[in-house]
């Protein structure tokens, strides 16, 4: 069974930073996309940036984009989020989520992340 590890989250200041990172425990293949959600209390999951296993190309969310940057170790099967400039408005719990190039999903279990003004 795969399971993503997520770390790097906690507490810090508007205007400050945070890296958070995810990595898979188990053996996993054929992962054509790595990205990162987040879901803030009472709102839907949305897709905060996402980056191509094979080609490199990134997507951010408008909200973030920027301040955020989204980055990959293939070799290590992890996923990175340099979160700079960060605004309250980004507190949310922070998802990984792999996609196998057959679009089977991997989750992670979710990073609190808590920014305050």
């Known amino acids: 069974q795969v399971q993503l590890v997520e770390s790097g989250g906690g507490f810090v200041q508007a205007g400050g930073s945070l890296r958070l990172s995810c990595a898979a425990s188990?053996?996993?293949?054929?992962?054509?996309?790595m990205g990162w959600y987040r879901q803030a209390p009472g709102k839907q999951r949305e897709l905060v940036a996402s980056?191509?296993?094979?080609?490199?190309?990134?997507n951010y969310a408008d909200s973030v984009k920027g301040r955020f940057t989204i980055s990959r170790d293939n070799s290590k099967n992890t996923v990175y989020l340099q979160m700079n400039s960060l605004k309250p408005e980004d507190t949310a719990v922070y998802y990984c989520?792999?996609?196998?190039?057959?679009?089977?999903?991997?989750w992670g279990q979710g990073t609190q992340v808590t920014v305050s003004s």
């Open positions: 989520k792999f996609i196998s190039s057959f679009g089977a999903p991997y």
């Open positions: 188990g053996s996993i293949f054929n992962i054509a996309t």
């Open positions: 980056i191509s296993t094979r080609n490199g190309n990134t």
